[in-house]
């Protein structure tokens, strides 16, 4: 069996939603320490729908990948929905990821998450 699910490598080789917001509502930044990968997404949310995402990785691909999947699975979803994005979810949105890659989806998770969280925070503050 191919290490890779076809999906993976799709996302790993033409990204979706890679780059850069500017002005972003909300941007969460991680890193996973043992391999030394970092992840940055960028949200741009009108009246708590996000309308736009993108992301930075410099990663693996399996890290590239679940970013991609992630952007393209939040895409167009409310704050309360998105903040429900599981790492399982993106993995299994790739058709799976070999065990020792689930981390890597992981860290798709917690940056969404953390530029959520980051929105949620600039927005209370604007109250
Ligand atoms: Fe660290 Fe993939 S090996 S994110």
Do not use: W
């Not at 736009?52 to 679940?66: L, N, P, Q, R, Y």
């Not at 699975?73 to 990821?97: M, S």
């Not at 065990?99 to 860290?107: F, G, I, N, R």
Request: glycine content about 6%; overall charge negative.
């Amino acid at each position: 069996m191919a290490l890779y699910s076809d999906k993976v490598m799709d996302h790993f080789l033409q990204p979706r939603n890679l780059g850069v917001i500017e002005n972003a509502d909300g941007i969460g930044e991680v890193g996973n320490a043992k391999c030394g990968d970092i992840m940055k997404m960028y949200l741009k949310i009108d009246d708590d729908t996000i309308t736009d995402v993108k992301f930075e990785t410099f990663g693996c691909a399996s890290a590239i990948a679940s970013s991609s999947m992630a952007t393209e699975l939040i895409k167009g979803q409310r704050v309360e929905d998105a903040l429900k994005l599981t790492n399982k979810a993106v993995a299994e949105a790739l058709d799976g990821l070999p065990a020792y890659k689930m981390h890597c989806s992981v860290l798709a998770e917690e940056a969404i998450r953390a530029a959520l969280e980051d929105y949620k925070k600039k927005k209370s503050e604007k109250e």
